[in-house]
């Protein structure tokens, strides 16, 4: 598992906060000064955005040949403005949004479903060209067991909930995961 200091997820979030933000603005995204280490490496990203406590738009990246940097911000701008379940954020919602930043370990595909520890891994469930994916939050957050984490990731990829039983491949992944606290945006 790697790891994120305290400046990385700090800098992830503003870089985060500043690209919807400048996507919004139609201005052109400051370049930041990022220093080597985790930052350049390439990382799957999902970002989350939240208006208190409800979900405004969540979009991510496994497979990626650019920077953790880069994606984070790619994937903030797509979150705010291409989640398919949500109207496009608006520059007046800006100040009520917080973001929070799920940096991924490569997918592991797993054997036994006994392999799969709540709290710590996420879950994809891929069967024929069909593909679900929960963050490993999920399953904390509701309260699931792991026969209702497979079911739920099942639904999510349009798939009967008990197919995970039956020829799909089951991957787990880690997260590092971190947000802006509530009302206090990590601004650029």
Same mark, same amino acid.
């Given at each position: 598992?790697?790891?994120?200091?305290?400046?990385?997820?700090?800098?992830?979030?503003?870089?985060?906060?500043?690209?919807?933000? @400048?996507?919004? $603005?139609?201005?052109?995204?400051?370049?930041?000064?990022?220093?080597?280490?985790?930052? /350049?490496?390439?990382?799957?990203?999902? %970002?989350?955005?939240?208006?208190?406590?409800?979900? /405004?738009?969540?979009?991510?990246?496994?497979?990626?040949?650019?920077?953790?940097?880069?994606?984070?911000?790619?994937?903030?701008?797509? =979150? =705010? $403005?291409?989640?398919?379940?949500?109207?496009?954020?608006?520059?007046?919602?800006?100040?009520?949004?917080?973001?929070?930043?799920? @940096?991924?370990?490569?997918?592991?595909?797993?054997?036994?479903?006994?392999?799969?520890?709540?709290?710590?891994?996420?879950? $994809?469930?891929?069967?024929?060209?069909?593909?679900?994916?929960?963050?490993?939050?999920?399953?904390?957050?509701?309260?699931?067991?792991?026969?209702?984490?497979?079911?739920?990731?099942?639904?999510? =990829?349009?798939?009967?909930?008990?197919?995970?039983?039956?020829?799909?491949?089951?991957? %787990?992944?880690? =997260?590092?995961?971190?947000?802006?606290?509530?009302?206090?945006?990590?601004?650029?």
């Amino acid at each position: 598992m790697f790891r994120l200091s305290k400046p990385e997820r700090k800098l992830l979030l503003e870089i985060a906060r500043g690209a919807v933000r @400048a996507h919004l $603005m139609e201005e052109k995204f400051p370049v930041r000064e990022i220093p080597n280490g985790t930052l /350049r490496q390439p990382h799957g990203v999902f %970002v989350s955005i939240h208006c208190g406590p409800k979900l /405004r738009g969540c979009i991510g990246r496994f497979q990626t040949d650019i920077p953790l940097f880069q994606t984070t911000a790619e994937c903030a701008v797509s =979150a =705010a $403005m291409a989640d398919s379940r949500f109207l496009p954020i608006k520059v007046e919602e800006l100040e009520h949004i917080s973001f929070e930043i799920s @940096a991924l370990t490569p997918l592991k595909k797993i054997e036994r479903v006994d392999q799969l520890k709540l709290g710590r891994h996420g879950l $994809m469930v891929a069967k024929g060209s069909r593909q679900g994916l929960l963050l490993p939050q999920v399953a904390s957050r509701y309260k699931w067991d792991r026969r209702e984490f497979l079911r739920q990731t099942c639904l999510k =990829a349009g798939l009967e909930p008990e197919e995970w039983k039956s020829g799909a491949n089951i991957f %787990v992944f880690e =997260a590092v995961v971190f947000d802006e606290p509530l009302g206090q945006p990590a601004h650029p």
